[in-house]
């Protein structure tokens, strides 16, 4: 198994420019997220799906768009990059959305926006 | 918002020395997870401590919960230098209601250092 994969590993990107974030996890699980953490800070729910077909916003949701198509992947879109989303960005996927279950994380992408 | 929240903020010491890092968070929570997280990585779950557990041990690992202080320390005895990371604790939210209250909010978390 390859758990959760996340591509690209870094990116630069102008103010402006439009993006997509991928994910891929091969657990065959129902909850996908997608985390941004920043410098001395925890990580910050962007967005999250229980399912195909379904998905929510989390704690920080402006800028990004999400959809579910199929249960193994979970793409983060960012619409119009600002500097202020340069971030490391984390995928992660969980059996379930009920938090008695652990949560797989992916390796991450560093993002920079200038 | 943030749930939980790491003391100390950082925490160097020599290989073979026990390491407690704390977490204290804000509401009533139904679970507890510690996630490691080495430089340059993602999260790695460690362990799992339930509302109606006091503790828990996994290898070198000790979890307590004291739900009435809302507080919770993740031990590591004999520490090595593969232990050097950064420790996170995460809660939930009870009662559960909405999905909102099952999702995980994490701490800044707990820069560990073991010099060898």
């Known amino acids: 198994n390859a758990g959760v994969t996340q591509t690209p590993k870094f990116q630069v990107l102008k103010t402006g420019q439009s993006m997509t974030l991928q994910c891929a996890q091969d657990?065959?699980?129902?909850?996908m997220s997608w985390y941004r953490q920043d410098p001395g800070m925890g990580l910050r729910l962007i967005h999250y799906?229980?399912?195909?077909?379904?998905?929510d916003q989390g704690e920080v949701p402006n800028g990004y768009n999400v959809s579910r198509s199929t249960t193994e992947d979970f793409p983060l879109r960012l619409l119009s990059a600002a500097p202020s989303q340069t971030s490391v960005y984390f995928c992660?996927?969980?059996?379930?959305?009920?938090?008695?279950?652990?949560?797989?994380f992916g390796p991450g992408t560093r993002l920079t926006v200038t | 918002s943030q749930q939980g929240e790491e003391d100390p903020q950082a925490l160097s010491i020599q290989e073979g020395e026990n390491a407690t890092m704390n977490c204290s968070y804000k509401?009533?929570?139904?679970?507890l997870q510690w996630y490691r997280q080495n430089s340059g990585r993602g999260l790695v779950h460690l362990i799992l401590?339930?509302?109606?557990?006091r503790e828990k041990h996994s290898g070198r690992l000790r979890v307590t919960l004291d739900t009435s202080k809302k507080s919770s320390s993740l031990l590591i005895t004999a520490s090595r230098a593969a232990d050097t990371a950064s420790y996170f604790c995460?809660?939930?939210?009870?009662?559960?209601?909405?999905?909102?209250?099952?999702?995980?909010?994490f701490g800044k978390g707990t820069k560990l250092s073991v010099i060898p």
């Open positions: 992660a996927s969980s059996y379930s959305l009920d938090s008695s279950y652990e949560q797989y």
């Open positions: 657990m065959n699980h129902e909850y």
């Open positions: 799906s229980v399912g195909a077909g379904i998905t």
């Open positions: 509401t009533s929570i139904n679970n």
């Open positions: 401590i339930r509302s109606n557990e």
């Open positions: 995460a809660t939930d939210a009870a009662p559960y209601s909405g999905a909102g209250s099952y999702q995980l909010t």
